[in-house]
């Protein structure tokens, strides 16, 4: 492969710095170069430098003059739902006219609607459908998410879910981290005990023996999974070698970061219920919380997790969108960053952390994604603006210029 060399960046974003999760003031060093520069061979990131620097390395190197745009390691979204079928209009309407999320859900509809269109949906069509929301995702500068299943709940469809992830990882540029949550909701036809016995004894096994997925979450929450049956699920997953994610105290103060402090998963996601005590928690055990402001945003609510304490208590802490068709209808980084700054009051330069680099170490692949950095793979946003702020600060449309995989432009 050619090499390829990206020069006049009005601030090459680099995010270098120790190779681990980043904490309390290191969230802010981003290790800006001005006019910086990018030397790309064989998909991966060569030398970054000044654009002088790299000019002079570049002999034979295709090049590109970034004309003073805002270059940053492309985002990595921690936490999708992107595999599903049809869409949730219907609720959006209810809850625009004062339904609560849960109201909605035992009415019948909720993640269950998704759960019953998503089972009749073929694996060719949900990938069809899969492949359009990734392109949204490249579109917005995210180049690798974590995507959950959840919405099939039987073997079959949980399975089903989880191959059409395998496809995107092999057929689209998007990067794909799988985890499995068939402990989304109980189907409806079977009982809460009967559903964590399939859960743990068919879905599990299956999942890790054709690995198909790297981590397990579960659903904490009234309503879905209390804390004993979550914690026999992720205990049964972490047996089988997967690393835990949680969906916890996201509507109510149940106790889950408290749980997945105890389990050692790698990341407790949501918390906009949690307090101290929680926090505490997680910090007893390095896990990071993985917070999603689009929920709060989509869903009407206020109630934003408490970033600044959890920052200032020393969590490395992660920015996701939660894209799903039901409580954060949003692939959009740049959207959550504007959110993370004015609800949650987080820096810009804390909210771009949070979405690259933490993100990336939330997913074991801060060795190969979320910075740019020799040696890593030239995963690349650029966008139309002068200075990194600019992302969070302008809202509501894109500023992406150009996107590159693996040293390839892809849009
Ligand atoms: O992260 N909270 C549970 N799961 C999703 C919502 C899924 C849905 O409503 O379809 C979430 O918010
Ligand atoms: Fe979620």
């Not at 003073?68 to 209810?94: C, K, M, Q, S, W």
């Not at 016995?197 to 904490?220: G, H």
Request: aromatic share 6%.
């Amino acid at each position: 492969m050619k090499s390829l060399a990206l020069l006049h960046a009005s601030q090459l974003v680099t995010l270098s710095g120790p190779k681990r999760p980043r904490v309390g003031k290191e969230l802010s060093e981003l290790g800006i170069i001005r006019d910086g520069g990018v030397l790309i061979r064989d998909g991966k990131i060569d030398i970054v430098g000044t654009s002088e620097e790299i000019e002079k390395k570049a002999a034979g190197a295709e090049i590109v003059d970034l004309g003073g745009r805002v270059v940053l390691p492309g985002f990595v979204d921690a936490h999708t739902h992107l595999v599903f079928a049809g869409n949730r209009i219907d609720d959006f309407e209810r809850r625009s006219r004062g339904e609560t999320y849960e109201q909605i859900a035992k009415a019948g509809r909720g993640i269950w609607s998704t759960v019953e269109k998503t089972r009749v949906a073929s694996e060719a069509d949900l990938f069809a459908r899969a492949k359009k929301h990734a392109e949204w995702f490249l579109k917005c500068g995210t180049t690798t998410v974590e995507v959950k299943s959840g919405y099939g709940l039987t073997l079959e469809d949980e399975l089903k879910i989880l191959r059409v992830m395998r496809q995107l990882n092999e057929k689209t540029a998007l990067e794909v981290v799988p985890t499995f949550l068939g402990a989304h909701a109980v189907p409806r036809d079977t009982s809460p005990g009967e559903y964590v016995d399939l859960v743990i004894n068919q879905m599990l096994p299956r999942v890790a023996k054709e690995k198909l997925a790297k981590f397990c979450d579960v659903f904490c929450e009234r309503g879905y999974f209390d804390i004993e049956q979550s914690r026999e699920i992720l205990t049964a997953a972490k047996k089988l070698g997967l690393k835990l994610r949680g969906h916890v105290d996201q509507l109510t103060n149940s106790g889950g970061a408290k749980l997945m402090a105890e389990l050692g998963a790698t990341t407790a996601d949501h918390l906009e219920k949690t307090a101290d005590q929680g926090i505490t928690a997680l910090k007893s055990r390095n896990v990071q919380p993985v917070l999603l402001p689009g929920s709060v945003y989509a869903l009407g609510s206020t109630s934003y997790p408490r970033a600044r304490e959890m920052i200032e208590a020393g969590l490395a802490a992660v920015l996701a969108t939660d894209f799903n068709p039901g409580s954060s209808p949003t692939p959009s980084m740049p959207m959550v960053l504007s959110l993370a700054c004015t609800q949650m009051k987080m820096s810009p330069a804390e909210a771009i952390t949070a979405a690259t680099i933490n993100a990336a170490y939330s997913l074991s692949r801060g060795d190969k994604i979320g910075s740019l950095e020799a040696g890593k793979l030239a995963n690349i946003g650029v966008f139309d603006c002068e200075d990194y702020r600019e992302l969070a600060y302008w809202f509501g449309f894109p500023q992406t210029h150009a996107v590159y995989v693996r040293g390839t432009r892809i849009c």
